[in-house]
C-alpha cells in the first residue's frame, strides 16, 4: 500500500509507523471485506497517491505562504506553520470526501453502459474516444528567459483555461508540463473545446505562448485515471506538427466531427512511430450563414 501511494517503505526494524499507518491498514481491510479485491484496491491507491503528493505539495506551500512574515525566525515560521496547520486540517476530510462524490456522481452520469458491457458483465477492454494535446509553442525557449515561478504560472494558467474548457462530455485529463491532455467520445465537442482554448490563450495577451492542438480519434483504453492506445500517440504526434495557433485532426476526427467546421487539407504527413503517413487536416469554425 505504501509503495502504492509513493511512499517510502521503512526497514523492518525501524521504528517509523504511527497510529496513521495502522488506520491505513484497518481501512484496507475493510475494503476487502466490502468485496474489493486487493488489485483493485491498489489501482486506486496509485491513482488517489499520486493526486494526494501533489495536493500535499500545493497544501504545504500555502501553509507556508500563510506562515510566512518579514523578519520571522525559523523557529516563529515552524510555530505559526504547525498552528495554521492545526486549523486547517480537520477541514480537509471533508473537503476531500465532498469533492471525491461530486467526481464519482459526474462519472457515473457520463459514462454509458451499453448492452456488450452488460451482457459480458466487465467493462469493455477499449472503446471509441476523440483526444487532444493542446501545447504551448515555444515554452522550452520561455524557460531560459523566464524565473522558475514565472515559468510554472504560465504552465498552470494552461491547467486553468484548460480545465474552464472541458466541459461534458469533454473531460481534462492531465497537465504535463506545458502541454494539456483532453478526451471525449464526442469528436465534434473536442473540437470546439480546442478552438475555445486557442481563442482563451490568445485572449490572455502577447506574453503568453501561442497554443497548437492536434486531435485523433480511435479506441483506447482507460488505465488508472489516463488513457493509452494509438489516438493518444497520434493525438501527441500530429501536435508536435501542428502550426501556432492551428487544430489540427486526423481524417477520422473530420469524418466523425461533419459540416459544423471548415476544414483545409494539411496533407499527408510522415509522424515519428507511426507506420504510414497520415491525412491531415486543419479545423476552424463555420463561418454564419449570410442572412
Avoid at 510566512?68 to 516563529?76: K, N, R, T, V
Wanted: glycine share 10%; net charge negative.
Amino acid at each position: 500500500m505504501r509503495r502504492a501511494h509513493g511512499l517510502p517503505v521503512p526497514d523492518p526494524d525501524a521504528p517509523a509507523l504511527t497510529d496513521l499507518d495502522v488506520d491505513a491498514v484497518r481501512t484496507a481491510a475493510a475494503f476487502r471485506r466490502a468485496g474489493v479485491s486487493d488489485e483493485q484496491m491498489l489501482r486506486a491507491v496509485r491513482v488517489l497517491g499520486r493526486g494526494m503528493a501533489q495536493g500535499a505539495e500545493t497544501l504545504r506551500a500555502i501553509g507556508l505562504e500563510l506562515a510566512l512574515e518579514p523578519g520571522c525566525s525559523e523557529a516563529e515560521i515552524a510555530q505559526r506553520f504547525a498552528q495554521r496547520s492545526a486549523a486547517l486540517v480537520p477541514m480537509l476530510g471533508p473537503m476531500l470526501e465532498q469533492m471525491l462524490r461530486l467526481h464519482l456522481r459526474h462519472a457515473v452520469g457520463t459514462e454509458a453502459i451499453g448492452a456488450d458491457e452488460r451482457a459480458a458483465g466487465a467493462l469493455p477492454a477499449a472503446r471509441e474516444v476523440g483526444v487532444a494535446f493542446a501545447d504551448l509553442v515555444g515554452f522550452t525557449a520561455l524557460g531560459e528567459e523566464l524565473p522558475p515561478a514565472e515559468l510554472g504560472e504560465v504552465a498552470e494558467r494552461l491547467g486553468v483555461l484548460a480545465a474552464d474548457r472541458a466541459q461534458p462530455p469533454v473531460r481534462l485529463v492531465k497537465t504535463i508540463g506545458d502541454a494539456a491532455m483532453l478526451v471525449s467520445p464526442d469528436p465534434a465537442a473536442l473540437l470546439d473545446a480546442g478552438l475555445d482554448l486557442h481563442d482563451a490563450a490568445a485572449a490572455e495577451g502577447e506574453d503568453f505562448p501561442r497554443l497548437r492542438v492536434g486531435v485523433a480519434l480511435g479506441p483506447a483504453v482507460a488505465r488508472g485515471g489516463d488513457w493509452y492506445g494509438r489516438p493518444v500517440n497520434l493525438a501527441s504526434r500530429v501536435t508536435a506538427i501542428a502550426r501556432p495557433g492551428s487544430v489540427l485532426a486526423t481524417r477520422e476526427v473530420r469524418d466523425a466531427a461533419g459540416e459544423r467546421y471548415r476544414w483545409s487539407a494539411a496533407g499527408r504527413k510522415s509522424l515519428r512511430g507511426v507506420d504510414a503517413p497520415v491525412a491531415l487536416y486543419r479545423a476552424r469554425r463555420a463561418e454564419p450563414d449570410a442572412e
